[in-house]
């Protein structure tokens, strides 16, 4: 898919988060309260990339989880607006998802701080 193909996909907000590195307002997210079980996609591949049981809530507005799926995400440095944060994107389309911080609460010691426009939950079924 093309970035015109994809403009035409997503939302203007969608677009500016996952394609042109922006954030959506805190506590605005869909996904924020999210508490049903599965797994996490990339809104553009759907790839699969964390899964509901590493989602917390961080107080921060935005959905985090404590880990990614092994190889589902990409780690950059990003120095953008005068602070040097680690960037995470898709690891299979690039498209950006928010950052990670070393500070989180649970054993791993990461807060991966997402945004909900760029994470589409695809639901477990009920197994029962
Ligand atoms: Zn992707």
């Known amino acids: 898919m093309n970035e015109q193909e994809l403009k035409q996909k997503l939302t203007p907000e969608e677009y500016h988060v996952l394609r042109e590195k922006g954030t959506e307002a805190p506590f605005s997210g869909k996904l924020l309260h999210e508490k049903k079980s599965g797994t ?3 809104k553009v591949c759907s790839s699969p990339l964390f899964p509901s049981t590493a989602k917390f809530d961080s107080g921060t507005g935005w959905p985090s989880f ?4 092994p190889g589902a995400v990409k780690e950059i440095i990003d120095q953008s607006h ?17 950052h990670v911080f070393n500070d989180g609460p649970t054993v791993t010691g990461k807060r991966y701080c997402l945004n909900s ?3 589409d939950l ?5 197994k029962k």
């Open 82 to 98: 005068g602070m040097q944060r680690i960037e995470v994107v898709c690891a299979k389309c690039g498209s950006h998802l928010g």
């Open 122 to 126: 695809n639901p477990e079924e009920n």
């Open 66 to 69: 404590d880990q990614a799926l």
């Open 40 to 42: 996490y996609m990339c």
């Open 117 to 119: 426009v760029c994470l």
